[in-house]
């Protein structure tokens, strides 16, 4: 009795491994290369439809392999233009993405764990457990989805890649360069390296990992607060990884890869917005080259936080500025869809 191929993931295959696979079959190398190209450049998810794949090929991929699909399960349109959709993995999962559009970029925000474990109080996402990581191709089946909805709404493709949707890309390290790999390589989406920001809560071993394998991308570090005693309060995570430990990192990963590093700095009402905040954050610049996202609060069911009042915002950030810190205020997007930061949970 002839025993049951064990079918793969197409996409958990290297061209190497594809190319292998093919002469293993007595087929020529160009056709894996052919495969390569459906699979990631044209981001076709069904053997059927690669027109210059012989009717007998098409078969031998499917008789071997399979595509973990993602699709589109919900999209909310924002009065501002922000489109969030709710994506469906092969295993029923759902995890969400956004496309912000502003009149100079087309930015995707994207989902690395379905949930998250990491419980920031002001998150909604934190809320979430976190059931599993994503894979790198369905890391990268997000942007392909979105950046369609860019050129299907606006006539215009992606520009810019921020790892900041539901989950910690840290915790799933390998899936997250992989993606990159993919997303910025010539043989996937060609997308240069500087236009894609990854953030995190702040791992402190893995930022020093990233600076080990010279990432090339932009690195963004969920901040929030300026001493180790609010921070351990907002974010659990900093009682593990305290803001020296941080700064240890960073300092390290500066040193390895020459990347200016982007803080994102939530601004809570009487939590973390004084001017006695706003030095210490000057201080904290002060151990690598970096810049200051000033981020609006989004309140979130159940959430303990307010979000600061415009004064105390501007305050804020014209001290940063006047000490020779760049400071950008972030006005949210998508509120009304709970598209914003901190507001991804699945609610539709």
């Known amino acids: 009795m002839k025993s049951e191929i064990k079918k793969r993931n197409i996409r958990a295959l290297s061209q190497e491994e594809l190319i292998a696979f093919f002469e293993s079959q007595g087929e020529k190398k160009f056709r894996a290369n ?27 991929l499917k008789n071997h392999f399979y595509f973990n699909k993602l699709a589109i399960d919900t999209k909310q349109i924002s009065k501002d233009g922000t ?32 949930g998250c474990s990491l419980a920031c109080s002001f998150c909604a996402t ?43 890309p840290l915790l799933n390290y390998k899936n ?50 300026t001493n180790d005693e609010a921070r351990d309060k907002i974010m659990e995570i900093n ?10 990192a960073l300092k390290y990963y500066y040193e390895k890869t020459g990347n200016m590093v982007t803080y994102e700095y939530c601004l809570f009402n009487g939590v973390n917005d004084s001017l006695k905040e706003a030095q210490e954050l000057v201080n904290f ?20 936080f307010e979000k600061s009042d415009p004064k105390s915002t501007d305050r804020f950030a014209n ?7 760049p400071a950008n205020v972030r006005r949210s997007r998508g509120k009304d869809i709970d598209a ?8 539709n």
């Open 126 to 168: 934190g809320k979430l457990k976190r059931m599993r990581n994503l894979t790198y191709d369905e890391i990268y089946d997000q942007v392909v989805e979105i950046n369609n909805l860019a050129k299907e709404n606006y006539q215009k493709g992606l520009t810019n890649i921020v790892y900041m949707g539901m989950g910690e």
């Open 176 to 225: 997250t360069l992989e993606s990159v790999k993919k997303i910025t390589s010539d043989e996937g989406l060609g997308m240069a390296s500087r236009r894609i920001t990854v953030s995190t809560a702040g791992i402190a071993k893995m930022i020093t990992k990233l600076g080990d394998d010279g990432v090339k991308f932009n690195l963004a570090l969920s901040l929030h607060a």
């Open 285 to 304: 610049c002060q151990h690598v080259p970096s810049k200051v996202n000033l981020i609006e609060y989004n309140p979130i069911e159940g959430g303990e």
């Open 83 to 114: 489109i969030k959709c709710g994506f469906k993995l092969y295993d029923g999962s759902i995890v969400e993405g956004v496309l912000i559009p502003t009149k100079k970029r087309m930015t995707a925000c994207i989902s690395s764990q379905v």
């Open 340 to 347: 914003a930061c901190g507001q991804l949970a699945n609610k």
């Open 319 to 325: 001290f940063l500025e006047k000490n020779g810190v």
């Open 34 to 60: 052919q495969v390569f190209d459906w699979v990631w450049k044209k981001s076709f998810t069904d053997f059927d439809s690669m027109s210059n794949i012989s009717k007998d090929t098409r078969e031998l």
């Open 239 to 248: 009682q593990q990884n305290s803001l020296e430990s941080l700064a240890e």
